[in-house]
Every structure is written in structure tokens, then in C-alpha cells.
């Protein structure tokens, strides 16, 4: 079994600052990439952020230059820290991650955590 589970969300005004964490944990064999995804109400869940094994990240347009992804291997954990946060942040933010889970060539899986939410107050 796989457990994806993010901390980290709140409440904050705008200008302010936030850092999620999410931290993959159960029988892993290997990470792939690990991102962060977004759905805000009444929207289609959008990537933020995504970031390689080697380390190359993916940024959305919308958060370059705010948001800074980063991961530590070791410890099968993804983070981003957002700043110079905006009302149109505000979103619940999920943890992906793609995973080897079992020693065969098929034994790779997409994995969400439960969602955390974020809020920006203008």
C-alpha cells in the first residue's frame, strides 16, 4: 500500500506566503515525477508544479517566478513554497506522484493525496 498525504494549507492574505508538503510513503521501489496540482471551485484541475527524479522542473506560467518546487529523494518528499500569494491561488492543492510500486516493468502507478486547501484572502 501507497500513502500520498500533503500538509501544509491555510488561510493568508495576499502577498503572503505558504509551504506545502507531501510526503509519499508504503512499498516504493522508485519516484518518478512528484507535482502539485490545483482545483479551484468550479474549475478543471490544473498542474502548478512538476519536478523530475534528476530534478528538472515544470512551472505554470500563471505561478513562474512565486512558486519553487522542490524534492528530497531520500525521503520521498515534494514541497512547494508559494509566494507573493494572490485571491486567485485560493484552490484545494493535490500531491501527485508516479511511482514504482512492484518489482515489474508494469509496476507503476499515479498517485493523489487527499487534497489540502488554500486560501487567499485580498
Known amino acids: 500500500q501507497v500513502q500520498v498525504v500533503e500538509s501544509g494549507g491555510g488561510l493568508v492574505q495576499a502577498g503572503g506566503s505558504l509551504r506545502l508538503s507531501c510526503a509519499a510513503s508504503?512499498?516504493?521501489?522508485?519516484?518518478?515525477?512528484m507535482g502539485w496540482y490545483r482545483q479551484a471551485p468550479g474549475k478543471q484541475r490544473e498542474l502548478v508544479a512538476a519536478?523530475?527524479?534528476?530534478?528538472?522542473?515544470n512551472i505554470a506560467d500563471s505561478v513562474k517566478g512565486r512558486f519553487t518546487i522542490s524534492r528530497d529523494n531520500t525521503k520521498n518528499t515534494v514541497s512547494l513554497q508559494m509566494n507573493s500569494l494572490k485571491p486567485e491561488d485560493t484552490a484545494v492543492y493535490y500531491c501527485?506522484?508516479?511511482?514504482?510500486?512492484?518489482?515489474?516493468?508494469?509496476?507503476?502507478?499515479?498517485?493523489w493525496g487527499q487534497g489540502t486547501q488554500v486560501t487567499v484572502s485580498s
Open positions: 501527485n506522484a508516479h511511482i514504482k510500486v512492484a518489482r515489474t516493468p508494469t509496476g507503476w502507478g499515479q498517485y
Open positions: 519536478i523530475s527524479s534528476s530534478g528538472s522542473t
Open positions: 508504503g512499498t516504493i521501489f522508485s519516484i518518478n515525477d
